[in-house]
């Protein structure tokens, strides 16, 4: 053999290896990404409970959302069969609550929030569907960053608050229940800890910008109050 020979199989030969280091630490780094699935939700449903807790003031939202993120925190372990798929009971927990907060819409209302609860649903379900057929996007991206849209989306499409957190909920659980349709030859827990993440993160942020939003009103208004003062003065 040649000496040009043996540099072109020495150089094909490192690709080799590069390559297959690569898939390596592509395929490790993927498993560590679904070993941390789960953390995000906890921390995020006790930084919600701290804050519900000690922040808010005492009345009956504040001792319903407190009881409520508990419930939602003990009861994201437990799992019921039903037609042979595996549902986090965490999941429909927070399904009718969503549902709960519809209760007082009209029908206009109620009819929109349905088209919203689609369009997130179809959102969240695509989503999952790219990364199950394109898993390498996990290199360059993190999970959350998937929540992103569905945040915009939320928050373009619904109003007020808690229409908002209902669309939310609402919608990504429909979207879970397609993805699972979608995986039916395969094995997939409905409402798994790769969901609560997303739906943690999800309604953190709607809450955060709520809350950024009415400090900055309050302040707005104070300032405005404070500027007629001077002026009647």
Same mark, same amino acid.
């Given at each position: 053999?040649?000496?040009?020979?043996?540099?072109?199989?020495?150089?094909?030969?490192?690709?080799?290896?590069?390559?297959?280091?690569?898939?390596?630490?592509?395929?490790?780094?993927?498993?560590?990404?679904?070993?941390?699935?789960?953390?995000?939700?906890?921390?995020?449903?006790?930084?919600?409970?701290?804050?519900?807790f000690f922040l808010?003031?005492?009345?009956?939202?504040?001792?319903?959302?407190?009881?409520?993120?508990?419930?939602?925190?003990? @009861?994201?372990?437990?799992?019921?069969?039903?037609?042979?798929?595996? &549902?986090?009971?965490?999941? !429909?927990?927070? #399904? +009718?609550? *969503?549902?709960?907060?519809?209760?007082?819409?009209?029908?206009?209302?109620l009819l929109y929030q349905?088209?919203?609860?689609?369009?997130?649903?179809?959102?969240?379900?695509?989503?999952?569907?790219?990364?199950?057929?394109?898993?390498?996007?996990?290199?360059?991206?993190?999970?959350?960053?998937?929540?992103?849209?569905?945040?915009?989306?939320?928050?373009? @499409?619904?109003?007020?608050?808690?229409?908002?957190?209902?669309?939310? &909920?609402?919608?990504?659980? !429909?979207?879970? #229940? +397609?993805? *699972?349709?979608?995986?039916?030859?395969?094995?997939?827990?409905?409402?798994?800890?790769?969901?609560?993440?997303?739906?943690?993160?999800?309604?953190?942020?709607?809450?955060?910008?709520?809350?950024?939003?009415?400090?900055?009103?309050?302040?707005?208004?104070?300032?405005?109050?404070?500027?007629?003062?001077?002026?009647?003065?």
């Open positions: 053999m040649t000496l040009e020979g043996a540099l072109f199989h020495s150089s094909k030969t490192k690709k080799a290896i590069l390559g297959c280091l690569f898939f390596k630490n592509s395929f490790h780094t993927v498993t560590e990404v679904r070993r941390l699935d789960g953390i995000l939700f906890y921390w995020l449903s006790w930084c919600g409970w701290v804050t519900v808010m003031k005492k009345g009956r939202e504040r001792t319903f959302l407190a009881i409520n993120l508990l419930m939602v925190i003990s @009861l994201s372990q437990q799992h019921i069969t039903i037609f042979h798929e595996q &549902i986090n009971i965490a999941f !429909l927990y927070v #399904l +009718l609550l *969503a549902f709960f907060f519809l209760k007082r819409l009209t029908v206009m209302v349905m088209m919203c609860f689609m369009i997130i649903g179809m959102a969240y379900f695509l989503e999952n569907l790219y990364l199950l057929i394109d898993p390498a996007i996990l290199l360059l991206i993190s999970p959350w960053m998937l929540c992103i849209p569905l945040f915009f989306i939320c928050q373009f @499409l619904a109003k007020g608050f808690r229409q908002r957190v209902s669309a939310a &909920i609402i919608g990504m659980c !429909l979207g879970e #229940l +397609l993805y *699972a349709l979608a995986l039916e030859p395969l094995e997939h827990r409905i409402g798994g800890p790769e969901f609560l993440d997303h739906f943690a993160l999800t309604v953190a942020l709607i809450a955060v910008y709520h809350s950024l939003q009415h400090a900055l009103f309050r302040l707005k208004a104070q300032y405005t109050l404070q500027a007629q003062k001077r002026i009647s003065k």
